[in-house]
């Protein structure tokens, strides 16, 4: 293992495991990379990273700088993390009914929460956030969803790291977020081979599906269309919260323990896997499973699960 100056080089370069033995198609491998192991617990550990240092570049940052964003996600972790380690003060947006460990999270990095309401999930978060920075404009508002630099992490790291490990990938199969992952690896992936279909996961409309969003939920991100999200997309799959923990569940047997969003983009891949003939479908696990053990997601009967993550946001 390399010596290295900061925990923030350890962004990156996450392993690649093949866990073909879940898919329903012989002919079909299905690997998966491991973004909880980024320091912060999470693939979003690389944006956040990447808005940092894109917002020092253009002057946006003094030292002690107050930054906000809207998270019901990962983001905010990984951006409390990166905060925490430069100097910067960080006010994260989140919906009140989001999971006890991300607010313990937060809190262990130094972040300071500004809860919105949890009957608007992600959308509220969104809202109120922008609300703010129009009454502190002082404050740098860095706003994942429409930042050049979230796709673009993925461009210059995720996508090339699989590409390196699997050149031989067919699908890449993401859950539909803020789309930066999609964007960013689905556009690396097909400059390499046009060949390489990419397919979205989103949740069914109304349904929450941590980390997960429906476009028809009423807010699509502005990098999604500015970037030409919808052509680059070949496919959108939806996976809802009993299929997200059934095989989020699956996993647990082949030894990898992923947050729910992984099992969504597994049953997304195994989907794909039964449509096609023969490939390599390369999925990304968001994050790892130790933030979701409270919902029971493993233990609990799966009614009862499925039941509360109807009213707790699990990120």
Same mark, same amino acid.
């Given at each position: 293992?390399? +010596?290295?100056?900061?925990?923030?080089?350890?962004?990156?370069?996450?392993?690649?495991?093949?866990? *073909?033995?879940?898919?329903?198609?012989?002919?079909?491998?299905?690997?998966? /990379?491991?973004?909880?192991?980024? $320091?912060?617990?999470?693939? =979003?550990?690389?944006?956040?990273?990447?808005?940092?240092?894109?917002?020092?570049?253009?002057?946006?940052?003094?030292?002690?700088?107050?930054?906000?964003?809207? *998270?019901?996600?990962?983001?905010?972790?990984?951006?409390? &993390?990166?905060?925490?380690? =430069?100097?910067?003060?960080?006010?994260?947006?989140?919906?009140?009914?989001?999971?006890?460990?991300?607010?313990?999270?937060?809190?262990?990095?130094?972040?300071? #929460?500004?809860? *919105?309401?949890?009957?608007?999930?992600?959308?509220?978060?969104?809202?109120?956030?922008?609300?703010?920075?129009?009454?502190?404009?002082?404050?740098?508002?860095?706003?994942?969803?429409?930042?050049?630099?979230?796709?673009?992490?993925?461009?210059? !790291?995720?996508?090339?790291?699989?590409?390196?490990?699997?050149?031989?990938?067919?699908?890449?199969?993401? !859950?539909? !977020?803020?789309?930066?992952? +999609? +964007? !960013?690896?689905?556009?690396? +992936?097909?400059?390499?081979?046009? =060949?390489?279909?990419?397919?979205?996961?989103?949740?069914?409309?109304?349904?929450?599906?941590?980390?997960?969003?429906?476009?028809?939920?009423?807010?699509?991100?502005? #990098?999604?269309?500015?970037?030409?999200? $919808?052509? &680059?997309?070949?496919? =959108?799959?939806?996976?809802?919260?009993?299929? @997200? #923990?059934?095989?989020?569940?699956?996993?647990?047997?082949?030894?990898?323990?992923?947050?729910?969003?992984?099992?969504?983009?597994?049953?997304?891949?195994?989907?794909?896997?039964?449509?096609?003939?023969?490939?390599?479908?390369? #999925?990304?696990?968001?994050?790892?499973?130790? /933030?979701? &053990? @409270?919902?029971?997601?493993?233990?609990?009967?799966?009614?009862?699960?499925?039941?509360?993550?109807?009213?707790?946001?699990?990120?």
């Amino acid at each position: 293992m390399a +010596l290295v100056s900061s925990v923030l080089d350890l962004i990156g370069n996450t392993p690649l495991v093949e866990v *073909s033995e879940l898919s329903p198609n012989p002919a079909v491998r299905i690997l998966v /990379k491991l973004e909880g192991q980024n $320091p912060g617990g999470s693939v =979003k550990d690389r944006i956040a990273l990447a808005m940092v240092e894109e917002a020092e570049k253009e002057g946006q940052l003094a030292p002690g700088a107050t930054l906000v964003e809207p *998270s019901s996600g990962n983001t905010g972790i990984g951006l409390a &993390l990166v905060c925490r380690v =430069k100097g910067y003060h960080l006010k994260v947006v989140l919906p009140a009914n989001v999971s006890e460990e991300r607010r313990q999270l937060l809190r262990a990095f130094g972040a300071e #929460i500004i809860e *919105s309401p949890g009957a608007e999930g992600s959308n509220g978060a969104v809202r109120l956030a922008n609300r703010i920075h129009e009454e502190h404009p002082e404050w740098v508002y860095l706003y994942q969803y429409a930042n050049q630099a979230n796709p673009k992490a993925h461009y210059e !790291g995720t996508g090339p790291e699989i590409w390196r490990d699997c050149p031989e990938v067919t699908h890449f199969v993401a !859950g539909l !977020g803020t789309s930066g992952t +999609l +964007l !960013g690896v689905g556009r690396f +992936l097909k400059e390499r081979n046009p =060949k390489v279909q990419v397919w979205a996961v989103e949740p069914p409309a109304g349904e929450m599906v941590d980390g997960l969003r429906n476009l028809d939920d009423g807010y699509i991100p502005p #990098i999604f269309l500015e970037l030409g999200g $919808p052509e &680059l997309l070949d496919r =959108k799959t939806m996976i809802g919260p009993r299929q @997200s #923990i059934e095989w989020t569940r699956r996993l647990a047997d082949v030894g990898i323990f992923a947050g729910i969003s992984t099992g969504a983009a597994l049953a997304g891949a195994a989907r794909c896997a039964e449509q096609i003939d023969e490939g390599t479908i390369v #999925i990304v696990s968001a994050d790892g499973g130790w /933030k979701y &053990l @409270s919902t029971g997601a493993w233990t609990d009967d799966l009614d009862v699960v499925v039941e509360r993550a109807r009213q707790t946001i699990y990120f």
